[in-house]
């Protein structure tokens, strides 16, 4: 690990982000700006690093693609944050989708990332420029982190000083449909330790989201306009320990091709972290998460030329707040325990408009509430020769309480006052592994649980899509997951790298969108109808087995990066859902692929999904698509490169979404770029 030397000193927390940057002498004292060390227990699991070079080479410049580079991972959608609403921008793991919450937790720097209050993430606040790596593992990854980890982490660092030089770096490019796309990062020393200031902003014209066989005369381009900064810094409190302190804020805003169907946010995070690197490891964190979100929804007649407002979410405001402490004690270089605790406490509410008539809205919404969990958890693990073992446990309390969902006419007479009882309980969950090294072969094998709350947003708020309309259950139950992996990797010469993983996940209670009926009609929580009418229900289980892929190779100027994942999802369901048997879940393909082959500062990247279904019933279903991109640099100067970039070149339509009247739309066209890289 690439480390930055500084001398002796100690500098007071509320200096940190104050302090003049500065440089300093060489010393005994190392400051990494980084977590305490990767655990040994992950021998035993199927981990995914994306390093910086790969982060920052994406034909789109977003986090969201270079994510895509891991098969198996998507989000609910398969547009990016560019068109599709934040709500549908779920990540999740292993085909333990059908729902756009998250099944996997992204965490930035120890953080938990998704929505407070709807557990979608907002993939705009993360600049690529301003990352050292992601490391994703697929299953298991709930043993340390607990509720919503269930599919898998997408663990995000920040850059140290090891990652850049001091100094400014940056870019910026122009694009199709008039777009552009800025990144500045300074990164320098903060008195005896560094930090960095980073600014993202990205916009355009956008393109229309409705194939064009389908247009009326209400379609037109979709613009988005985003911006985020960020700030860090890292200072030696003593000569092995260290304080991380970092800042967030962002702005996210597009329209989805209509009149009146605006939506996007705006949010800051703050977290503080004690990185003790002694005999005793010890790292404590802290944190606060704001995010206020705001979503229009239109309705289109058939002939698609009137757009009316139908739901306007004008204020949906939440917090999170979390803290979290681990030790670990000295047990030797070949022994590891893992001791913590965690605590997180989500709070938010939607305040909206619906029921219009002659354009106007004629009632007023508000639902959410409030939930908490803490844990306590112990991993311990052991290498002893090629063998490594390990195994862990945790036991989480949770409450979900304050649950409302009020309605009322905006002349003033209340016509739903609904209050859900609180509840709480126990989720004791568990994870075990066992790795076995023989020369170039490792196997590994890993068994394990995990669990997620339902948010808040899946617990009290009602809400449509188009003709279609989808009842709230403030009596969702905890999804509860179960699973087992078998790894093969080999490493036949020092520049390849091949793995394989089978796995098997049992997903209990899964929570999804049932469709009950369909309008036209009036139906409870929701009202008239004419399309689908839904409600978030348990279901039995999703089962889903599966192979994933990953290879690895590199030779001089030469890379080949490959991840293919095949993944058999299904939905175990009795009673209402009964229908639903047998069926995949919404959103879920079966194969996924992705691989890039780079040359010097060339690279060429091609992604492939297979069909999958829009809705639970299966019976919207979404083509299969294959996408090609392109990027390429010359430099021009020392520290300067002109910078070509093509999405999506052979302009092939990704379906991404289908309404009930057959409608369907499109992710990104073909789009290019031209711009400028400062190093």
Known sequence: MMMTRVRKIAVPAGLLLSATPGFAADGDIIVTGRPLPVSLSEAAYDVTEINRDRLTATASGRIEDALRNVAGLAQFRRSDARSANATSQGATLRGLGGNASSRALLVLDGVPQSDPFGGWITWPAYAPERLSQVRVTR???????????????IEMESISAADQ???????????????????????????????????NYARGDGFIPIIASQRGSVDRPAPYRQFSMAARGVVPLGDKTELQTSLMGFIDRRERGTAYSENGGDGGDASVRLVHRGSWGVQALAYVQRRKFTSNAVSINASRTLATPSV??????????????????????????????????????????????????????????????????????VQSGALTLT????????????????ESLLAGAQTRNDRAANRQDWAPTARTGLAFEHGPITLRSAAYLGWRLPTLNEL???????????????????????????????????????????????????????????????????????????????LDAIQSTGLELDARYSHADWSLSASYALTNARVRSTGTARG?????????????????????????????VSAQFEDDSNSRRLRAALTLDAMASWPILPRLSVVVRGENLA??????????????????????????RLR
Do not use: C
């Open 139 to 153: 299953g298991g990854g709930s043993g340390l982190y607990g509720s919503g980890a269930l599919a898998g982490t």
């Open 165 to 199: 030089n001091p100094g400014l770096s940056g870019v910026i490019g122009y694009g199709s449909r008039q777009s552009l796309d800025a990144n500045l990062l300074a990164t320098g020393r903060i008195g005896a330790g560094f930090g960095f200031l980073s600014a």
């Open 312 to 381: 306007a979410q004008f204020n949906v405001p939440s917090t999170g707040l979390g803290a979290r402490v681990e030790v670990r004690p000295p047990l030797g270089p070949n022994a590891e325990l893992r001791l913590g605790a965690d605590w997180r406490r989500t709070t938010g509410e939607t305040n909206e408009f619906y029921s219009y008539v002659n354009g106007l809205p004629t009632r007023l919404r508000e639902a959410g509430g409030q939930s908490d969990t803490t844990g306590l958890f112990a991993e311990a693990s």
């Open 391 to 406: 195994g862990g446990a945790r036991a989480d309390y949770w409450w979900i309480r304050d649950g409302r969902l009020v």
């Open 460 to 538: 009290y708020r009602p809400f449509r899509v188009g003709a279609d309309a989808t009842a709230a259950n403030p009596d969702l139950k905890p999804e509860r997951m179960r699973g087992a992996e078998f790894g093969l990797d080999l490493r036949p010469a020092p520049q390849l790298v091949l793995r394989a993983t089978a796995f098997t996940n049992r997903l209990r209670d899964a929570i999804g969108n049932v469709t009950l009926a369909n309008g036209p009609g009036s139906f409870p929580g929701v009202g008239q109808v004419t399309g689908a009418y839904r409600q978030r229900l348990n």
């Open 580 to 608: 639903l048997n047998g069926l995949r879940p919404a959103q879920t393909p079966r194969h996924m692929a992705s691989a890039t082959l780079g040359w010097r500062t060339l690279s060429v990247t091609t992604r492939y």
């Open 651 to 676: 302009d092939a339509q990704v379906d991404t979404a289908i309404s009930a009247s057959g409608i369907l739309e499109r992710a990104t066209p073909r789009t290019l770029w031209v711009g400028l």
